[in-house]
């Protein structure tokens, strides 16, 4: 046998294992020697190349297989090699995980706790109007209800109803002056002149017919 393993066989290497070790006909070698079967070819014939191409009997076919099986190489499509090849895949995949930190590479790879923000300084408020009670007087009268009804002279909100009764001092308009009396004396001086002068005529009238 080659002193290399099959990956790295030659044609000539083929050759001398199918003929010294496994003692299989000339026919047979020299068939993989016409088609320049070389070790990573040999690796990759099924059953069907061997028996088929390469013109092996069933037989010669399983000899050769059952001899790579013993060196660890399984056909392609078999269950022995995805077997393998399922064995073979959590170990790279273990080789090629990166490692765990240690707990102390942990914590300082770990961001600081944020500070908790400061303080935000209360915004200056100016001053209200002249009349106008201050900020907080204004929230503590927003909380409790106005009086009803507001005292003398305090304005009413629009949409608010008139106070009733009218608060003390509310201003009625004054009453109407009473028309100034009739002076009648000057009628009455003239009603009786008209009866004075009325009973003059008659007594005339009443003398001048005695007369008569």
């Not at 930190?101 to 001053?127: G, L, M, S, W």
């Amino acid at each position: 046998m080659p002193s290399r393993g099959p990956v790295d066989w030659t044609v000539e290497d083929v050759q001398e294992w199918l003929t010294n070790d496994l003692q299989l006909p000339a026919t047979v070698a020299a068939a993989f020697k016409e088609n320049a079967i070389a070790g990573p070819d040999l690796l990759t014939l099924s059953d069907e190349d061997l028996t088929g191409e390469l013109g092996c009997k069933t037989l010669q076919a399983r000899k050769i297989r059952q001899a790579l099986a013993k060196m660890g190489f399984h056909p392609p499509g078999s269950e022995a090699a995805a077997a393998a090849a399922a064995a073979a895949a959590p170990a790279a995949a273990s080789a090629t995980a990166p490692a765990a930190p240690a707990p102390a590479a942990a914590a300082e790879a770990q961001p600081a706790a944020a500070a908790p923000p400061a303080p935000v300084a209360a915004a200056a408020v100016a001053p209200p109007p002249a009349g106008y009670p201050p900020p907080a007087t204004a929230a503590a009268a927003a909380a409790v209800p106005p009086p009803y009804p507001p005292p003398p002279g305090a304005p009413v909100p629009y949409g608010a109803p008139p106070p009733y009764p009218p608060p003390p001092g509310y201003g009625y308009p004054p009453p109407e002056a009473a028309p100034p009396p009739k002076d009648n004396t000057g009628k009455k001086v003239a009603a009786a002149v008209l009866l004075t002068s009325g009973n003059r005529h008659m007594r005339r009238g009443f003398a001048l017919g005695r007369l008569t």
